[in-house]
T-cell receptor, first 114, second 113 residues
Framework: AQSVTQPDIHITVSEGASLELRCNYS??????LFWYVQSPGQGLQLLLK??????LVQGIKGFEAEFKRSQSSFNLRKPSVHWSDAAEYFCAVGAQAAGNKLTFGGGTRVLVKP | EPEVTQTPSHQVTQMGQEVILRCVPI?????FYWYRQILGQKVEFLVSFYNNEISEKSEIFDDQFSVERPDGSNFTLKIRSTKLEDSAMYFC???????????FGSGTQLSVL
C-alpha cells in the first residue's frame, strides 16, 4: 500500500528565509509525486508534480522539489519565502491506474514571521 | 484559471439524515473524485468516477455513500444516513486525463450533530 509521511507538522520561517518541507513516501513502483498547497478557506492547489525525467522539478510560486529514489523522498523547497506562502502544504503520491487516486501526507503548516 | 465549484460551503445536518454534496467540475474534465479531510487528519481518498461509473473506491466508501453525475455536469456525493464520524471537509476534484493536473474545489464542510 502506498503511504506518505510529512515529519514536520509545523514550520515557522522568517520572511525572506529559505524553506524546505520534507516528504517521504512508500510505494511499490515508480511513484507519481505531488505537492499541494491549501490556504485557509481554499481548496488544494497543485504546486508541482513529478512523473518521470528530471528529478528536480519546478513549480508555481517559485517552488521546486527534488525526487530522490534512494531516500524515498520528495522534498519541497523555496529559496526565499514570502508572507503569502503561509499555508498548509501536502505531499501526495499517486499511481497511473484506473482510478489514479492520491494518497496524502498529514500536511505541514507553514507560518511566516515578518 | 477554471475552477471546480462546490456547494454548499457549509452544511449542518442531524445524525441519520441524508445529505447531498454538489460539485460542478470543469466542463472538459472526464475523471472525477471525492476526498475528505476529518479535522486534524489526512486528506483521504473516497472514490473515483469515470465514464459514468465508479473506477475505484476506498474502504470508507461503504453502502451509505453513493455518487452520480445525473445531468452530465453536476457530480454529487450522497450520504444516506449520516453519522457523527462523517463530519469532515469534503473535496471534489477533477481532471481532463489520467496524468493531467487534478483540480480541487474549495470543499464543503459537513457537520453532523
Amino acid at each position: 500500500a502506498q503511504s506518505v509521511t510529512q515529519p514536520d507538522i509545523h514550520i515557522t520561517v522568517s520572511e525572506g528565509a529559505s524553506l524546505e518541507l520534507r516528504c517521504n513516501y512508500s510505494y511499490g513502483a515508480t511513484p507519481y509525486l505531488f505537492w499541494y498547497v491549501q490556504s485557509p478557506g481554499q481548496g488544494l492547489q497543485l504546486l508541482l508534480k513529478y512523473f518521470s525525467g528530471d528529478t528536480l522539478v519546478q513549480g508555481i510560486k517559485g517552488f521546486e522539489a527534488e525526487f530522490k529514489r534512494s531516500q524515498s523522498s520528495f522534498n519541497l523547497r523555496k529559496p526565499s519565502v514570502h508572507w503569502s506562502d503561509a499555508a498548509e502544504y501536502f505531499c501526495a503520491v499517486g499511481a497511473q491506474a484506473a482510478g489514479n487516486k492520491l494518497t496524502f501526507g498529514g500536511g505541514t503548516r507553514v507560518l511566516v514571521k515578518p | 484559471e477554471p475552477e471546480v465549484t462546490q456547494t454548499p460551503s457549509h452544511q449542518v445536518t442531524q445524525m441519520g439524515q441524508e445529505v447531498i454534496l454538489r460539485c460542478v467540475p470543469i466542463s472538459n474534465h472526464l475523471y472525477f473524485y471525492w476526498y475528505r479531510q476529518i479535522l486534524g487528519q489526512k486528506v483521504e481518498f473516497l472514490v473515483s468516477f469515470y465514464n459514468n461509473e465508479i473506477s475505484e473506491k476506498s474502504e470508507i466508501f461503504d453502502d451509505q455513500f453513493s455518487v452520480e453525475r445525473p445531468d452530465g455536469s453536476n457530480f454529487t456525493l450522497k450520504i444516506r444516513s449520516t453519522k457523527l464520524e462523517d463530519s469532515a471537509m469534503y473535496f471534489c476534484a477533477g481532471r481532463v486525463g489520467i496524468n493531467e493536473k487534478l483540480f480541487f474545489g474549495s470543499g464543503t464542510q459537513l457537520s453532523v450533530l
